[in-house]
Nanobody, 124 residues
Framework: QAQLVESGGGLVQAGGSLRLSCAAS????????MGWFRQAPGRERDFVAA????????DYADSVKGRFTISRDNAKNMVYLEMNSLKPEDTAVYYC?????????????????WGQGTQVTVSS
C-alpha cells in the first residue's frame, strides 16, 4: 500500500528551525521526484520545495529560498525539509508528496501520492 508519513512538525518561535521528515514506502518513492507543499487555513495548497530522484535538481518557492532546504536519502526512502529562520507566515500544515514521474514539479496535480500532513506553527 502506498504510504507517506510526515513527522517533525511543532511549535517554534520566529527565527527558529525545524526539520520535517517524510517516510515513504518503496513504490511511492522509487524513481520519483518528491515535493513538499503547505496549506494554511483558508488558503490553497502551495508549493514549497521539490527534489528529483537523483537529488541533483531542486526547486523552491520564492518565499522559502535561502531558508529551506530539501534533501532525500534514497537508501532509507526518506525525504527531509530543513526549515531555518522561520516566520509566522510559514505557519501551515506541511505535506509530503510523491510525483507521478521523476519531475521536480511545482504543481500539486503532478503528484500521485500525499501524506496526511504535519502542523508547523511559528509564533511571533
Amino acid at each position: 500500500q502506498a504510504q507517506l508519513v510526515e513527522s517533525g512538525g511543532g511549535l517554534v518561535q520566529a527565527g527558529g528551525s525545524l526539520r520535517l521528515s517524510c517516510a515513504a514506502s518503496g513504490r511511492t518513492f522509487s524513481r520519483r521526484a518528491m515535493g513538499w507543499f503547505r496549506q494554511a487555513p483558508g488558503r490553497e495548497r502551495d508549493f514549497v520545495a521539490a527534489i528529483n530522484w537523483g537529488g541533483g535538481r531542486t526547486d523552491y518557492a520564492d518565499s522559502v529560498k535561502g531558508r529551506f532546504t530539501i534533501s532525500r536519502d534514497n537508501a532509507k526512502n526518506m525525504v527531509y525539509l530543513e526549515m531555518n529562520s522561520l516566520k509566522p507566515e510559514d505557519t501551515a500544515v506541511y505535506y509530503c508528496a510523491a510525483a507521478y514521474i521523476d519531475d521536480a514539479n511545482t504543481r500539486p496535480s503532478q503528484y500521485a501520492y500525499w501524506g496526511q500532513g504535519t502542523q508547523v506553527t511559528v509564533s511571533s
